[in-house]
């Protein structure tokens, strides 16, 4: 048996300390990332009950403090994500309520409305120290941008229905930079490939992530620094870890800095494209 739990301890009070800057944040996201990844162990005895608890504080979930009182919003990191059932933010993280400010739509675009609540985050909540762009494999948002792209016929369907479109024409942009990475690596023939879609897909979902990340530095340029950064990552709904592939072609668990300008992309696009990921949805 598998079990989560959120656990507090009335005899030894947990306090819920706050990372101090961004590379404690993202420390603390990835090792909750790290414990929730490896709690389902493939190789464990059968019948060995697995526990992964979750320490909570009771401040946190307004079960202390006055009768009425309300606790404050203290998130240390406001994420980006995807609306997919299959992203749960905090439970991926290892994280409790009060820990994230998250903000989830459909192929974590970078809409007004997700700019406006990551606005609030950023002037109003003084405990944050990361804002975060979580994109996942497998994206249904991306996928549908990605058919589009490849039969123009069937964007016609997705013309006609206007919140759609909106998604989907804010995913071109990273569609096309990895049609260019894949076509700059792999040669344009890689189109003819049965995995090609596949594979367009996984390179624009890393893409995506990397640059809503990167506007978000560009906007909230003047709050960037000491007390503030910002960094992406992609959820593989594989295997529950969160990263990108790395230098070496290989998955790199991790929340990464985007680039922020042409030459950063084009590297990040040839990395993907040259990623291990990739060349075996090519393969197929
Ligand atoms: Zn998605």
Known sequence: MYEIVWQYDETAPYEDLKPVDAAAARRLLIEGNHEFANFFNPHRTAGETTRHVVRVSPQDVGVSGKPGEAPPQEPFAAFLSCADARVPVELIFGQQANDLFVVRVAGNVLGDECLGSLDYAVDHLGTVRLLAVLGHTGC?????????????????????????????SSLMAPVRGAAFALAAVHGNAAESRPGYRQALIETTVMLNAALSAAVLIHNFHDAIGDRLQVSFGVYDLRYRTVGLPGPDGEWQVGLFEPPT?????DALGRRVAESRLVRELLAR
């Open 261 to 265: 300008d042409q030459h950063g992309f």
């Open 140 to 168: 249904g948002a991306v996928t549908a941008a990605v058919d589009a792209y490849l039969t123009p016929a069937g964007y016609l369907g997705v013309a006609a229905n206007f919140p759609l479109q909106a998604i989907v």
